[in-house]
């Protein structure tokens, strides 16, 4: 499956986002996904995850309350959005869709990855 992200852009602190993930190729609606995102010279690190049916959502602390995995399987995308914005939110963004059997959270449950988008955030 070949994934494409979009949305990131430059914002102020407080400010919104939404993330987009679309997909082509296999059936999107059978992979579980993700996002991660990787902040200058900081690790990869995980911030979202759904279930192939929407009906399960995980996050990591630093964005729950704040951010929201959406997806429409009917349109094979894959949603991020984000508010309350902070400057340590700045990094790149990828999503990325599950292919092994692992918790949400590690990166290495997932097979398929985009590109990535740069989301920066000003104080």
């Known amino acids: 499956v070949q994934l494409q992200a979009s949305g990131g852009g430059l914002v102020q602190a407080g400010g919104s986002l939404r993330l987009s993930c679309a997909a082509s190729?296999?059936?999107?609606?059978?992979?579980?996904m993700g996002w991660f995102r990787r902040a200058p010279g900081k690790e990869r690190e995980f911030v979202a995850a759904?279930?192939?049916?929407?009906?399960?959502?995980y996050y990591a602390d630093s964005v729950k309350g704040r951010a929201t995995i959406s997806r429409d399987n009917a349109n094979d995308t894959v949603y991020l959005q984000m508010t309350t914005l902070k400057p340590e939110d700045t990094a790149v963004y990828y999503c990325?869709?599950?292919?092994?059997?692992?918790?949400?959270?590690?990166?290495?449950?997932?097979?398929?990855w985009g590109q990535g988008t740069q989301v920066t955030v000003s104080s």
């Open positions: 759904i279930t192939w049916s929407g009906g399960s959502t």
């Open positions: 190729g296999r059936t999107f609606s059978s992979y579980g």
């Open positions: 990325a869709a599950r292919t092994r059997r692992a918790p949400a959270q590690l990166y290495y449950g997932y097979g398929y």
